[in-house]
């Protein structure tokens, strides 16, 4: 299956690179990465799920070569929520399932709270719910250290260390760490010539800054927010999340109590890192076959 590359402009002011396979009168699906990544976080899914959707993979705002607005609020999550149905919208697709993982993960919540009209189906890889992240990072001392790298990431001080030789450095130090086999050739070439696009480091970082994520330092006892305990709304779409028991980053503490704040839930733990996508594709592939198997949806009606 041919998988195709589209500059698409969206309402919301900024151009996508979009991939696209599959023919359009099929059910859809929309695949978000995180960071630091792009489209091709998807490039096992994308062909297996061609066969019989309209698959949609977008490089979202700030990444590889997709418009890098300048300023941090441009990535605050309404604004990258907004674009994702600009870009349904743009591609005459009414409802769909989506699928996310890490940060694109944490806009594929935040469009099942907030768009249910359009959001049919929810995939999740390794990307935590809004409210256990939060309540993780205030309970669970292991979760807080291992998000340190969060507080890190929002020094914008950093961001002048990585061009020509600091993208190496940081592809060593503050990317291969956290992931479970080794990345050569034309892999990391294509990683490393995503992050040399000018300002993409900067605006992938913007997102952790324009995040309203409270992480709190080791040993802190910050204020605690009061809606961690309050009422909370419920994810109402069918919902997989895949998880890879070995990210290092997410720790599995972000499944538990899931269940109350997602009603039709099912999980599938892999054997896998944070990246688990590609690290285990073909274990992400059966979860979600079987899943869309169980849980099917009508054809689509164009807008």
Request: charged fraction near 20%.
């Amino acid at each position: 299956m041919v998988t195709t590359l589209a500059r698409i402009a969206l309402a919301t002011g900024v151009s996508l690179d979009v991939a696209v396979a599959g023919a359009s009168g099929r059910p859809a699906m929309i695949f978000l990465h995180g960071f630091p990544e792009s489209h091709r976080t998807w490039r096992h899914q994308l062909p297996e799920f061609a066969r019989d959707h309209f698959v949609v993979a977008p490089d979202q705002r700030g990444y590889a070569a997709s418009d890098k607005p300048p300023a941090v609020g441009d990535y605050a999550p309404d604004r990258i929520v907004a674009d994702l149905i600009a870009l349904a919208d743009a591609l005459d697709i009414g409802r769909f399932t989506l699928v996310g993982h890490d940060w694109g993960g944490a806009v594929a919540w935040l469009a099942a709270l907030h768009h249910p009209d359009r959001v049919e189906r929810l995939v999740i890889c390794n990307a935590p719910h809004p409210l256990v992240f939060q309540r993780s990072l205030f309970d669970d001392p292991d979760q807080r250290a291992a998000s340190q790298y969060v507080t890190r990431f929002r020094d914008t001080s950093l961001d002048r260390g990585l061009v020509g030789a600091g993208l190496e450095r940081f592809f060593t130090t503050g990317f291969a760490r956290f992931v479970t086999r080794t990345i050569a050739g034309e892999d990391k070439a294509a990683y490393l010539a995503e992050w040399a696009s000018p300002g993409a480091m900067t605006a992938m970082l913007n997102w952790y800054r324009a995040s309203p994520i409270i992480v709190p330092a080791p040993g802190e006892t910050p204020g605690r927010p009061a809606w961690l305990d309050g009422p909370f709304p419920p994810v109402t779409q069918p919902t997989l999340v895949v998880w890879g028991m070995q990210d290092q980053a997410l720790l599995p503490v972000q499944l538990s109590g899931l269940g109350q704040h997602v009603p039709d839930l099912t999980v599938v733990e892999v054997d896998a890192g944070h990246f688990v996508p590609w690290e285990a594709p073909d274990a992400v592939n059966r979860a979600i076959r079987g899943w869309i198997a169980t849980h099917p949806v009508p054809a689509p009606a164009p807008r």
